[in-house]
Each structure stands twice: as structure tokens, then as C-alpha cells.
């Protein structure tokens, strides 16, 4: 049937056959709201229309007739309550770096006099529905699709290679490839894939699951002496049996290590002779983080791109990290990298810190390779434990003010 009905939008679409999928799907979801309604399939289709259907037909009009491009327009703007013309105006100038307020064009008056009438239309003919499902559904669809777009370019634009959600969303995540280009079809964005882009292993809509979410855990550590206890103990197993595998080395370069900054009072006890420097593009976390370290640690303020920041003899990766970590694995800003990960991310030589964290922390070295060669574990609670230890780590959890003499750099 799809076939079939492909072969004779032929001589109708524009660029590609494949938009009659997107086209079809418009379709579908019509009929899923006038046969099943509710407000999560309002949210869900609300954002996944305007990632996908709408945001192509933006950039790229499906249909060689002028007149068929209008009628799908206001198509649309019924069926997602969004007036095209407006939404198109915003985001060709969002491309174009202009935040100068959207001319009102007769185009866009005849969208929202349509948007309006389907309004009045629910209101009157279904008021119950229209209060509790329909604008309780579309407003959380306008929020994903905020929550989307946000995160498409928190610390820069960025890309998501995850072939699910490629699928799903017609190469939405090539967001980096859309932006140098943004005239490119869809169909066509995989091939202009580059090697420089900043990707996260999370779709946008997702990725605050490596930030807020992970900071949120991380606050609440700081309010409690016993979660901190915890996840000390929990890190340093993981660190004592992993750093047997590490050459000593004179710097080590800790990435995100503000608030909490357990990796610089582990690794401050178990090698205290390196020089450690914290890496965070947050001031404020590195003013939390002073509180908790006795000796003198570079701190620098700045977002760390391991694609062109050196990250000294070792460098550490936070599970919160914002960037491609496959990259890291591949390519390593360090002679060695620890990077910390999810218990199920299994590389290489690794060791898992807590199933009730679910987390790990992986070993990887410089040559481009994970190393194969897994550590001895350390045998009785004196292995591997350094003569002198710099850090006690138990008072570091209870005495907070004024101990330390940090120096920090802040880097535009």
C-alpha cells in the first residue's frame, strides 16, 4: 500500500519520495486523534510533528505545486495548533542568528485565524474535552518541544547518532550537519555527517539526564555526610583497582569535578604527589568544591572539548559529561582516560564503582584502543594505599569552611 501510494505522489513531491512517509504520517496521526484522542497523544504528537513533518517541510516544501505547499501549511497549523508561517519566520531566523520579532503576513493571519477556529470549534462542541485533555496536552507538547530545542544547543549545537532515534525522527539528530547546511534534505544528512561535531549519546529531549538530573543527585550528596561517606567508598574501590593500570603521572586533569569533588580527594589520597587541576565550566560548583579540598588545586573555569584541550598525563570524565564519549574512548586528550559510565556500558578494562549508583568507571589509553589488560584487584584494605595519604577523607565530608588555598582561572 505504502508503495503503491509513493508511486503516485511521485510526480507531486518535490525532493524525494520519501517525504510521502512524512506526509502519511501527518495523516495518521489525524485520524489517531479524531479516533482515540487524549492529552499524552496531543504531547507526543505535538512534538514529534513539529521535529519532524514540520521542521522538514520548513526547510524543504514536499510538493512541486505551490498550491498543495499553502493548503499542507495550513494543514498543519489546524492539526498542531502552531500557525506555519509564524513557527517558519522564527525558525529560518533562528538559523540565521536574527531574534527580531515575526512580521504578522497575511499568510500567517489566515494560519492563526484557522488555529483560533479550531480552538472555538473544541471549546464549544467538546468543552470538558478541550479543558482537560486538549490544553493540557498541548501545552506540555509546546514544553517538549522546548525541552527539545534547549538542549539541541545547551553549550553548543549538538548532534545525537543514536540510530533509533534517527529512525524514529528522520535524522533529527544530525542537528550539527542541519546547521552548516541547513538547505540539505533530510534523507541526505547521514552523508554529510562530520567528524568535528559535538554529539551526546542522549536525544535532546533526553540530555538533561547527563545534566540537571545528575546535579540535582549531586546536591543532595552534599546536604547528607552519609551519602557522601558512600559514594567515596564506592569511588575509591573503583579507583584503587584501575590505578595499578595507570603510570604514575605528574598532572592529572579532573573534568566537572565541582560541587562534590570526590575524584580530587581520592585521587588526592591515592596519588598525592600529582598536581591535580578541576575543570568546570561552572563557578559556582567550583566554589562548592573549594569547601571541600585542604590542599592547593588549580581550578579552571571553563567548558572542557577534548578534541582540542590537553587533559595533561590522566584525565577523568564524568558521567555527567557533555560531549561524545565514544570519542573519548577512541581518542583519549590524555595518555590515559577514566571515564566514568553507566554499569551497562561495559569497555574494555573497567570496573563497576555501584549497582546502586549505576555507575562504572572504564580505563582507556591514549593509543586510540581500549586497553585489554585488566588490574589486579588490591588484596585487604591496605592495597595499593599510598605511605602518606594527603587526605583524610572522612574529616574532608564534615569540614567545610575556609580550609583551602584554590587558585581559580577562568577561561573565556
Keep these: 500500500m505504502f508503495v503503491m501510494l509513493t508511486a503516485r505522489m511521485h510526480g507531486i513531491l518535490r525532493y524525494s519520495n520519501k517525504d510521502a512517509a512524512l506526509v502519511l504520517l501527518s495523516l495518521v496521526y489525524a485520524g489517531l486523534l479524531l479516533s482515540i484522542p487524549s492529552a499524552a497523544l496531543i504531547a507526543i504528537g505535538l512534538w514529534w510533528i513539529a521535529n519532524t513533518v514540520a521542521h522538514n517541510f520548513i526547510h524543504a516544501p514536499f510538493f512541486r505545486s505551490r498550491a498543495l505547499n499553502r493548503a499542507y501549511s495550513i494543514y498543519l497549523s489546524a492539526l498542531t495548533g502552531v500557525p506555519q508561517e509564524l513557527w517558519r519566520e522564527r525558525h529560518l531566523g533562528h538559523h540565521r542568528g536574527d531574534d527580531r520579532r515575526v512580521a504578522l503576513t497575511r499568510k500567517a493571519i489566515a494560519e492563526s485565524a484557522v488555529v483560533i477556529g479550531v480552538w472555538v470549534t473544541l471549546a464549544i462542541s467538546a468543552p470538558w474535552f478541550f479543558a ?44 550539527v550537519e542541519h546547521h552548516r547546511r541547513p538547505g540539505v534534505h533530510w534523507t541526505r544528512l547521514p552523508s554529510e555527517s562530520a567528524p568535528d561535531a559535538r554529539s551526546s549519546r542522549w536525544p535532546p529531549v533526553l540530555r538533561w539526564l547527563d545534566t540537571h538530573m545528575l546535579e540535582m543527585l549531586e546536591r543532595i550528596a552534599l546536604r547528607s555526610p552519609r551519602i557522601q561517606r558512600y559514594v567515596l567508598r564506592a569511588h575509591e574501590r573503583a579507583f584503587r583497582t584501575l590505578l595499578p593500570a595507570v603510570p604514575e603521572s605528574g598532572r592529572i586533569t579532573i573534568v566537572g569535578g ?132 594527603a587526605v583524610d577523607l572522612g574529616s574532608a565530608c564534615v569540614h567545610l569552611a575556609g580550609r583551602s588555598r584554590l587558585r581559580i582561572v577562568r577561561r573565556r
Design 132 to 175: 482537560t485533555a486538549y490544553i493540557p496536552g498541548y501545552l506540555a507538547g509546546l514544553g517538549l518541544c522546548w525541552l527539545q530545542g534547549h538542549f539541541e544547543h545547551a553549550g553548543g549545537t549538538t548532534s545525537h547518532y543514536g540510530w533509533l532515534y534517527n529512525w524514529l525522527f528522520f535524522n533529527d539528530g544530525y542537528h
Design 258 to 389: 565541582g560541587l562534590f569533588p570526590r575524584t580530587a580527594l581520592i585521587l588526592r589520597k591515592l596519588r598525592p604527589d600529582a598536581m591535580l587541576t578541576i575543570i568546570d565550566a561552572s563557578r559556582d560548583h567550583l566554589e562548592v568544591a573549594r569547601s571541600f579540598l585542604p590542599a592547593p588545586i588549580d581550578l579552571r573555569e571553563h567548558f572542557f572539548d577534548p578534541r582540542s584541550d590537553e587533559g595533561g598525563d590522566v584525565v577523568v570524565i564524568p558521567l555527567a559529561f557533555v560531549g561524545n564519549r565514544d570519542d573519548v574512548y577512541r581518542k583519549p586528550p590524555a595518555r590515559v582516560a577514566l571515564v566514568h559510565d553507566w554499569v551497562w556500558n561495559v569497555r574494555g578494562t573497567g570496573v563497576r564503582v555501584s549497582w546502586l549508583l549505576l555507575k562504572r568507571l572504564n580505563l582507556s589509553h591514549a593509543e586510540g584502543r581500549v586497553s585489554p589488560r585488566r588490574p589486579a584487584y588490591g588484596t585487604g584494605d591496605g592495597a595499593n594505599r599510598p605511605s602518606r595519604p
